[in-house]
């Protein structure tokens, strides 16, 4: 049977508890061992020791992320005899040919060496050289970093990095690694995650296809809309009405209805229309004829003919395209 103890409230075996406690049980082994209470052993904090380095102050790992070194290049050079100081400024060097030299603000070293002086990631500084920034502008522009918990506004959409990472469906990785080669915060969340392209409109986030969803409007209208030079705020907040009832020259009906009608193809009149023609212009333009006939002892304009004999104006205007005459189209039934 395990012994238990009771500390503060709370009842478990040796190992149950520091785990409680966050203490590592070799920890508490060794405080034990040193004469402390059990009680003591659990509730004194772990002072992490604090090492000063070029007027630099912190932990270990503090100094490593300081220093741009991996913690794991770090322990390496001092299990290798290195001190404190050595294993934190000695420049990683590079194998092969040696590593090209460079000369900012009279400083001449490699990229790492440049790197440690100027206090830049590398990463950093050869993404910027590959992008066409100078050598000076690669080393001394200020690096973009985030603040852990502050809350940002990335076109009208607030929240802390981690939030925004959400929202925006990208992964918080991906945003720091964007962020170490020069984006901004805003660049990393927009830029497209494996050709996931996202927007923000009207503070709603999403693709092309979820801000339709959520627009109301289908896809292949916003598409359509996008391709005759609408911005995409506009293609999504102009409304959509498939069902819009028009009048023309008193027939009434929708755009669909209404060319069928006229015997004009929407093609043509919404080209017509792109034009600067009204709708009535677009739909009788080349069509309209103002020409009295009289046809079975009836005058009238074609389309009061139509009208007098029953066949669709449309269908009279097809059939005269066709070569048919006059009374030929009026007359002859339309086969059902």
């Known amino acids: 049977m395990f012994e238990v103890y009771t500390i503060k409230g709370v009842t478990g075996t040796k190992a149950s508890l520091a785990k409680h406690f966050g203490i590592p049980h070799s920890t508490l082994r060794q405080r034990l061992s040193k004469g402390y209470s059990l009680e003591e052993a659990l509730l004194t904090p772990i002072k992490e020791k604090l090492y000063t380095v070029k007027g630099?102050?912190?932990?270990?790992?503090?100094?490593?992320?300081?220093?741009?070194?991996?913690?794991?290049?770090?322990?390496?050079?001092?299990?290798?005899?290195?001190?404190?100081?050595?294993?934190?400024?000695?420049?990683?060097?590079?194998?092969?040919?040696?590593?090209?030299?460079?000369?900012?603000?009279?400083?001449?070293?490699?990229?790492?060496?440049?790197?440690?002086?100027?206090?830049?990631?590398?990463?950093?500084?050869?993404?910027?050289?590959?992008?066409?920034?100078?050598?000076?502008?690669?080393?001394?522009?200020?690096?973009?970093?985030?603040?852990?918990?502050?809350?940002?506004?990335?076109?009208?959409?607030k929240g802390t990095v981690t939030e925004l990472s959400k929202k925006f469906n990208v992964p918080f990785p991906t945003i720091t690694t964007r962020m170490s080669k020069g984006m901004t915060l805003e660049?990393?969340?927009?830029?497209?995650?494996?050709?996931?392209?996202?927007?923000?409109?009207?503070?709603?986030?999403?693709?092309?296809?979820?801000?339709?969803?959520?627009?109301?409007?289908?896809?292949?209208?916003?598409?359509?809309?996008?391709?005759?030079g609408m911005s995409l705020k506009r293609a999504l907040s102009t409304p959509y009405n498939p069902k819009k009832v028009l009048t023309v020259r008193g027939i009434t009906g929708s755009f669909s209805e209404l060319c069928d009608y006229f015997g004009v193809s929407n093609t043509t009149v919404s080209r017509r229309l792109k034009k600067g023609m009204t709708l009535e212009e677009a739909l009788t333009s080349s069509l309209e004829r103002n020409d009295i006939y009289t046809v079975n002892g009836v005058t009238g304009s074609r389309q009061e003919l139509a009208k007098h004999f029953n066949i669709n104006y449309g269908t009279l205007n097809s059939r005269l395209q066709k070569g048919m005459s006059l009374e030929k189209a009026l007359l002859t039934p339309v086969k059902k």
């Open 187 to 228: 660049e990393a969340l927009l830029t497209p995650v494996r050709g996931r392209q996202v927007y923000v409109i009207e503070n709603v986030i999403g693709t092309k296809a979820e801000l339709s969803k959520k627009f109301g409007i289908p896809l292949q209208v916003l598409n359509t809309r996008l391709k005759d």
């Open 56 to 157: 630099v102050t912190g932990s270990k790992k503090d100094l490593c992320k300081h220093f741009n070194i991996s913690y794991t290049t770090f322990t390496g050079r001092i299990k290798k005899g290195m001190s404190i100081e050595e294993a934190l400024l000695t420049p990683i060097t590079m194998t092969g040919n040696n590593a090209k030299k460079y000369t900012v603000k009279g400083v001449t070293g490699s990229v790492q060496e440049l790197a440690l002086y100027f206090n830049i990631n590398p990463s950093t500084v050869h993404t910027r050289l590959s992008k066409g920034y100078s050598v000076e502008e690669a080393f001394l522009k200020p690096s973009k970093e985030v603040t852990v918990g502050k809350v940002y506004n990335i076109q009208g959409i």
